[in-house]
């Protein structure tokens, strides 16, 4: 039993710290008083990828410390409670990603208005799990892959980046943005100056709004 309680700890975890809000989408919008960064641009397919993998790096330098490991969420669309998506996996392997055996794995139903198939009750998966400072990198590389067809490795499952200690989740959707929130004003009115060039022009009033006067 105090195996399983340990398992659960991330979950309960990231519950208590973002209020049961963390996995909400569209986030930037539901969680509020966040920031939204624009990655990617204009150019090549590669170039867009490149640009977006630096600019991510940059802003999540700032929140992670390199000393400490970070906590790692992975969701993917399911048929039942378990993660065992072989072509996930086998991309995520691909991509160097090693979830440890320490992992909390949950199953949540798919709200009604998010169902692909009313007729097929679907599960978001997740596993949650601390992985290294420098494994980084690669779980950008699977998150911001996910919209490029010729880049591989690329698992099809959307990437959550946890430092529960600062209280920050950064989201990085695709390519083309990445969602910064959390109950650490102080942290994100930081990010909010030091990244300000890769605001989202789009929602850059409602950050502004936020932020502007600190």
Same mark, same amino acid.
């Given at each position: 039993?105090?195996?399983?309680?340990?398992?659960?700890?991330?979950? @309960?975890?990231?519950?208590? *710290?973002?209020?049961?809000?963390?996995?909400?989408?569209?986030?930037?919008?539901?969680?509020?008083?966040?920031?939204?960064?624009?990655? @990617?641009?204009?150019?090549?397919?590669?170039?867009?990828?490149?640009? %977006?993998?630096?600019?991510?790096?940059?802003? =999540?330098?700032?929140?992670?410390?390199?000393?400490?490991?970070?906590? %790692?969420?992975?969701?993917?669309?399911?048929?039942? @409670?378990?993660?065992?998506?072989?072509?996930?996996?086998?991309?995520?392997?691909?991509?160097?990603?090693?979830?440890?055996?320490?992992? =909390?794995?949950?199953?949540?139903?798919?709200?009604?208005?998010?169902?692909?198939?009313?007729? *097929?009750?679907?599960?978001?998966?997740?596993?949650?799990?601390? %992985?290294?400072?420098?494994?980084?990198?690669?779980?950008?590389?699977?998150?911001?892959?996910?919209?490029?067809?010729?880049?591989?490795?690329?698992?099809?499952?959307?990437?959550?980046?946890?430092?529960? @200690?600062?209280?920050?989740?950064?989201?990085?959707?695709?390519?083309?943005?990445?969602?910064?929130?959390?109950?650490?004003?102080?942290?994100?009115?930081?990010?909010?100056?030091?990244?300000?060039?890769?605001?989202?022009?789009?929602?850059?009033?409602?950050?502004?709004?936020?932020?502007? %006067?600190?």
């Amino acid at each position: 039993m105090s195996n399983v309680r340990g398992l659960m700890r991330l979950r @309960s975890e990231i519950e208590r *710290v973002f209020e049961g809000n963390a996995f909400k989408r569209p986030l930037f919008y539901t969680y509020g008083g966040g920031l939204r960064f624009e990655l @990617s641009e204009g150019g090549s397919p590669i170039d867009q990828f490149l640009l %977006a993998i630096q600019k991510a790096r940059d802003i =999540c330098e700032d929140i992670f410390d390199p000393q400490k490991p970070l906590v %790692a969420c992975l969701r993917v669309l399911g048929q039942d @409670s378990r993660f065992t998506h072989r072509p996930v996996l086998r991309e995520l392997s691909a991509a160097g990603i090693r979830i440890s055996r320490n992992r =909390c794995v949950w199953a949540e139903p798919i709200p009604p208005e998010d169902q692909v198939n009313e007729d *097929v009750e679907g599960h978001w998966v997740t596993v949650a799990f601390e %992985a290294p400072s420098e494994m980084l990198q690669r779980l950008l590389w699977c998150a911001l892959a996910s919209d490029f067809g010729s880049i591989r490795p690329r698992p099809l499952c959307s990437v959550y980046l946890f430092e529960l @200690s600062k209280g920050a989740l950064v989201f990085p959707y695709d390519d083309r943005g990445m969602d910064v929130v959390g109950p650490n004003h102080a942290l994100l009115a930081k990010l909010y100056r030091q990244h300000s060039r890769y605001l989202l022009e789009f929602d850059r009033a409602s950050m502004e709004e936020t932020f502007g %006067a600190l």
